[in-house]
């Protein structure tokens, strides 16, 4: 006799979507319906609906733990089991993931790396990588004023000539009113 095949369209497709969107991964569904990786696979492979509502709470997933470290910015948040979560359930690499932390201020990125030196939880290396983003950061910070600052001349320069403009178009009626007085 084969495999009992337990796949119900109206339950599984709905809670595989619902799991992987509230941040549930493959063996926290397989648990909770009894079943081995190896039967979600085929699901997976001979079910498109099922296909489909993984795929979608796949990127409600991600979307989620993608915004983790913002969201637990001032609370105990465990940087090592995100790095470990992106790095293994999502294939985030090193550089996705400095990019998300990047997303941090630098002061939070800075109170980070006190807290944990501080615990001893963090390597000097770990403490120099960190450091290095707060310093593109704080670069990156100069350039965009910098930026900034060569676009307000611009403006107030056409700001300006506008303004002359407006003068003359002015006098002009002006003139035009008085003359008709």
């Not at 337990?6 to 319906?33: L, P, Q, T, W």
């Not at 910015?73 to 470990?84: A, T």
């Not at 350039?143 to 003068?167: D, F, G, S, T």
């Amino acid at each position: 006799m084969g495999r009992l095949n337990k796949y119900n369209i109206k339950v599984h497709d709905k809670d595989v979507k619902r799991m992987y969107s509230k941040g549930y991964f493959v063996e926290d569904f397989c648990a909770k319906y009894g079943i081995g990786k190896a039967t979600y696979y085929r699901w997976i492979n001979q079910h498109k609906t099922f296909r489909k509502a993984v795929e979608e709470g796949k990127v409600k997933g991600e979307s989620k733990w993608t915004r983790m470290p913002l969201a637990y910015q001032k609370k105990n948040f465990s940087y090592p089991y995100w790095i470990s979560i992106m790095k293994y359930k999502y294939g985030y690499g090193v550089n996705k993931i400095k990019g998300l932390v990047a997303g941090m201020s630098s002061d939070a990125i800075i109170d980070f790396v006190c807290k944990k030196m501080a615990e001893g939880a963090i390597t000097e290396p770990q403490v120099e990588k960190l450091m290095s983003i707060v310093n593109a950061k704080i670069k990156a910070t100069e350039i965009n004023h910098e930026e900034r600052i060569k676009n307000l001349e611009k403006y107030k320069e056409k700001y300006e000539h506008l303004r002359a403009k407006v003068e003359a178009m002015q006098a002009k009626e002006n003139e035009i009113n008085s003359k008709k007085n």
